[in-house]
């Protein structure tokens, strides 16, 4: 099972720590590709690569322009569209349905997401039936699909953090 | 297992938007008594009392100014004290003994939190040892508490969504 993921309608002053939550969150969830619509935030981006430069390269991240195309041709590809909303169906009546699925696009909105991801997504899924968070949907979503457990990004990084029973700990990999 | 949150730092500006995902994300995972510190948030409080008074009254959430206080006083009530860092002990060595606890208090920060602190946690537990985020360590753990499953909010609310393959279907409770 392969997942990336599509998050739409960023606004650069709103969401700006949020989705900056989400994608350094998609480093630990198995999440790599990662398309975005709404503003181009080339601060965000910029941040993203920082830590990425500390702690390893795992995500690709793409500002991208008409999230319908892409939709379209990730179906083309064999993806499955899996769009998150509280309006869905709960996830624990389709999640084994859709772990035996090879490759899928996640989609996650911001403010209100237009019907037409609705109508084009394989599965609109819901975790839980009431407001939340999108980036809990997302985490609850893909830690269901590994298996209830975490897929972190494990490439060659700067620091490596030596876990403590109090306190800090960080090394540098190339001292 | 009972669980509540300490949410350390809440800056008014910068954290509003997290803040509140942290906040609704409560009502999925079980955690109904929040304290928050930093900046006291009026218009975030408002926010949330605007969300449950459509979706259902779960949430007590406090404002507090003295996060040390409060922690010595959870612990002298048999609380067991969790804080969520990344720097902390992989969360799958700890699962087992903390879901064996009673009540526990989790802590998540924001920016850098002070040393006492870890000082002051029976536990330090990271979900993930590299950059990501408190509310996707929040979720985790508390989905792992419950055994990988959620917890819903599930007091009498005004509406009530109907599930949708396709679509959005919201109807009232009192019709």
């Known amino acids: 099972m392969g997942a990336e993921l599509l998050r739409l309608s960023h606004r650069k002053e709103r969401d700006k720590r949020l989705t ?3 994608f350094l969150s998609c480093r630990i969830l198995g ?5 975005y619509t709404g503003d181009k935030d080339e601060k965000l981006e910029k941040n993203i690569n920082k830590v990425e430069k500390n702690w390893g390269k795992c995500l690709n991240v793409q500002h991208i ?15 499955t569209i899996v769009h998150l909303t509280m309006y869905g169906i709960p996830y624990k009546q389709k999640i084994n ?3 035996k699925l090879k490759n899928i696009l996640i989609i996650i909105g911001s403010e209100k997401v237009p019907s037409e991801i609705y109508k084009l997504s394989d599965y609109n899924i819901s975790i839980g039936n009431q407001p939340h968070s999108e980036l809990t949907a997302l985490v609850i979503l ?22 403590q029973e109090k306190g800090k700990k960080v090394v540098r990999n190339d001292k």
Chains 1, 2 share one sequence.
């Open 20 to 22: 900056t939550h989400i």
């Open 142 to 163: 893909s830690y269901e699909l590994n298996n209830c457990k975490l897929k972190e990004c494990s490439v060659k990084s700067l620091y490596r953090i030596i876990p």
């Open 97 to 99: 349905e859709i772990k």
């Open 65 to 79: 322009k008409k999230p319908l195309k892409l939709i379209e041709e990730k179906k083309k590809e064999g993806y």
């Open 31 to 35: 999440i790599y590709n990662i398309y």
